[in-house]
């Protein structure tokens, strides 16, 4: 799939989305520049099947028929190329000879690395189509175009490949380009794992005060947590609550990378060990999905004592109630969540490529003042030593979970609806 950013002569902005493999075609803002494009595109869809792929001998279709596989492709672009070349206010040298956009220009469009555009009134972009370096000069306008077109878009930060946005809940946020997993939010987690309906929250009025009335002086703590509050639509770094997996009731939390970079502080701490004591008093099973940075220095030695006040709950519910306690390490999970209940259930699950560690690389090199190799703190690499239990995909997750919930005696409400 393919999204395009243009202008028209009056300089009005469009996008042009491309979904060559499910011959979709839509374009956003104006019906007259969508009927002109949209009869092109389809034009060459109706003459496709009528001839069967065969060539024609109208030479516009002619020279993209040699190969049935990319004929799509290449008379989209080469349409699409022809368009802007004629009505939209682009310049010809950022199309390249085979009739498709540099992949690096559309990176640097998009997510805005192309320069400041307060230095100068244009900023030059080096990049490189089919070996051959451009020069693009780029006006401040597209700049500001860049920044309303960003937020349709999500770059994966293994890759560097955009997603974009709109199928990122359908492809549960894996990017498309190499597989990666990327962030994703509390509530999105709850909705992938969670029957529809049945997501019931627990303490979800509670807030953080600022005990140790941290001073900082960038900004005071409690404007941070007003700040992110406004940012994230949640209260705290963690949602926790009751729901249904596959029919099986589950008490479970969702930390948020989000919210403070998912950071543990008294009420983080008192969300977790409550939702422990309301799972252990109704014998649910308990999961806990991990993805933070370690306790929050804001509240000092607060912080760190939710450690220990987890560890003792949850050694109530798992060795007293011999109930069956999951942990789920996304990326990242470190520090004091790491050193507690991350690393303390029954049964620890990661996912691929997440980043587990205890000190992130920076610390550990600037206090061995030794290089940390590559790929060291990464799921797979700690799987081989053991450091956890399976390394599970986020698409058959919810699958996982239920049969280890069955083979430990929680079954669903009505089993004949999930057999």
């Keep these: 799939m393919t999204l395009f950013f243009v202008k028209d002569s009056t300089r009005d902005s469009y996008s042009i989305y491309f979904d060559i493999e499910n011959q979709i075609l839509e374009i956003d803002n104006d019906p007259s520049f969508l009927s002109e494009l949209e009869s092109s595109f389809y034009s060459f869809r109706n003459y496709y099947y009528r001839n069967n792929g065969s060539k024609s001998d109208d030479p516009a279709y002619a020279r993209y028929m040699y190969d049935t596989k990319s004929s799509w492709n290449n ?3 080469n349409c699409v190329d022809s368009y802007l070349h004629s009505q939209i206010c682009i310049d010809s040298h950022i199309l390249s000879s085979s009739g498709r956009y540099s ?3 559309i990176s640097n469009f998009i997510c805005g690395k192309s320069g400041n555009s307060n230095e100068s009134e244009s900023s030059n972009i080096k990049t490189s189509t089919n070996g051959s370096d451009l020069t693009i000069r780029e006006s401040s306008n597209d700049l500001d175009a860049t920044q309303k077109y960003r937020h349709l878009w999500v770059q994966c930060e293994n890759c560097y490949g955009l997603n974009y946005k709109k199928f990122l809940k359908s492809t549960m946020h894996i990017c498309e380009q190499c597989g990666y997993h990327l962030k994703i939010s509390s509530s999105d987690r709850i909705e992938l794992s969670v029957d529809p309906g049945t997501w ?3 303490d979800d009025d509670m807030v953080s005060l600022d005990p140790i009335e941290f001073h900082s002086e960038e900004e005071p703590y409690k404007n941070r947590i007003d700040s992110y509050q406004r940012k994230t639509g949640l209260t705290e770094a963690i949602q926790t609550g009751t729901g249904q997996l596959n029919g099986i009731p589950i008490a479970i939390g969702v930390m948020d990378f989000q919210f403070m ?5 008294s009420v983080v701490g008192e969300k977790i060990t409550r939702l422990i004591e309301y799972a252990a008093n109704k014998f649910l099973p308990l999961v806990l999905v991990c993805a933070s940075g370690g306790a929050r220095m804001q509240e000092g030695s607060l912080s760190l004592m939710q450690m220990a006040k987890i560890s003792s709950a949850l050694y109530d519910y798992q060795s007293n109630k011999k109930l069956f306690y999951v942990s789920i390490l996304t990326s990242p999970t470190t520090g004091g969540v790491t050193a507690s209940f991350g ?3 029954d049964i620890i699950i990661a996912e691929p490529n997440a980043y587990i560690a205890f000190a992130g690389k920076r610390v550990i090199e600037q206090t061995l003042k030794k290089p940390v190799p590559e ?3 990464a799921a797979e690499y700690l799987f081989h030593k053991g450091l956890f239990d399976p390394i599970v995909p986020r698409n058959p997750l919810k699958g996982v979970l239920s049969e280890l919930f069955q083979l430990h005696a929680f079954f ?3 089993q004949n609806e999930f057999k």
């Excluded at 970079?261 to 502080?265: D, E, F, K, L, Q």
């Design 75 to 77: 008379y989209v672009q």
């Design 103 to 105: 992949d690096s220009y």
């Design 200 to 202: 019931d929250p627990i």
């Design 261 to 265: 970079g998912g950071s543990m502080g």
């Design 343 to 345: 690393m303390l259930g």
């Design 375 to 377: 790929g060291l703190q």
């Design 412 to 414: 669903p409400l009505n």
